[in-house]
Nanobody, 125 residues
Framework: QVQLIESGGGLVQAGGSETLSCAASGRTFSNYVMGWFRQAPEKEREFVAAISWNGNRIYYGDSAKGRFTISRDHAKNTVYLQMNSLEPADTAVYYC??????????????????WGQGTQVTVSS
């Protein structure tokens, strides 16, 4: 059974940093695109970042550009989201997602097949 387990998050002060991790299990994810999405209360799920199966293609949502960095470790079946210069507007539940990488729609949440349970990030001002 495929599982994505996020860790990290919690309460962070504005201007601070936090790293989220997503450990995948149940199969080899070497040919999977991995993505991060987030959802704030009463808002739609928002694309944050994605990384292609080989790490050669990386995508960021507008809110993440210049502040967040996505990376992956194939040996550990883990994807990371390093978040810097956090703002209260970054407060949300962050979700890790995965699917077989076919090279298209890497920013689109509807194309992802597997999702983690989410981890809360709260940025205080």
């Amino acid at each position: 059974q495929v599982q994505l387990i996020e860790s990290g998050g919690g309460l962070v002060q504005a201007g601070g940093s936090e790293t989220l991790s997503c450990a995948a299990s149940g199969r080899t994810f070497s040919n999977y695109v991995m993505g991060w999405f987030r959802q704030a209360p009463e808002k739609e799920r928002e694309f944050v970042a994605a990384i292609s199966w080989n790490g050669n293609r990386i995508y960021y949502g507008d809110s993440a550009k210049g502040r967040f960095t996505i990376s992956r470790d194939h040996a550990k079946n883990t994807v990371y989201l390093q978040m810097n210069s956090l703002e209260p507007a970054d407060t949300a539940v962050y979700y890790c997602a995965a699917r077989v990488d076919d090279g298209v729609g890497r920013r689109e949440s509807r194309r992802y097949d597997y999702w983690g349970q989410g981890t809360q990030v709260t940025v205080s001002s």
